[in-house]
């Protein structure tokens, strides 16, 4: 189950996060924030329309190591999307 995160659920992505954002230096966080992170965002969106309260954390979470955030999730995010798609109101309240 740990290696294979696509089959993770929110509380388990939540905790994930907390745990590498706070061991790992941030050229791994930055990996994993893009790898890992980026997808469950872009899949529960996709699905559900919003996030649920676990995943919002973790991102709020990530937020801890700043260059690893925007290198991993918000200008991969950005290279992608349009300005006014859901993900911009999702970025502007963490």
């Known amino acids: 189950m740990i290696t294979n995160p696509e ?11 907390r745990i590498f954002a706070s061991n ?12 890992i992170l980026l997808e469950k ?5 996709g699905q559900t329309g919003k996030l ?4 919002y954390m973790a991102l709020k979470k990530a937020i801890y190591k700043p260059a690893a ?4 999730l918000l ?3 950005c290279e992608v999307s349009p300005p006014l798609s859901p993900y911009s109101n999702l970025f502007t309240t963490c």
């Open 24 to 35: 790992l230096d941030p050229k791994q966080s930055q990996k994993f924030y893009k790898e």
């Open 52 to 55: 649920s309260v676990q995943t």
């Open 41 to 45: 965002v872009r899949e529960e969106i």
């Open 69 to 72: 955030f925007f290198k991993g």
């Open 75 to 77: 200008f991969p995010l």
């Open 7 to 17: 089959a993770w659920t929110p509380h388990a992505t939540y905790a994930a996060t």
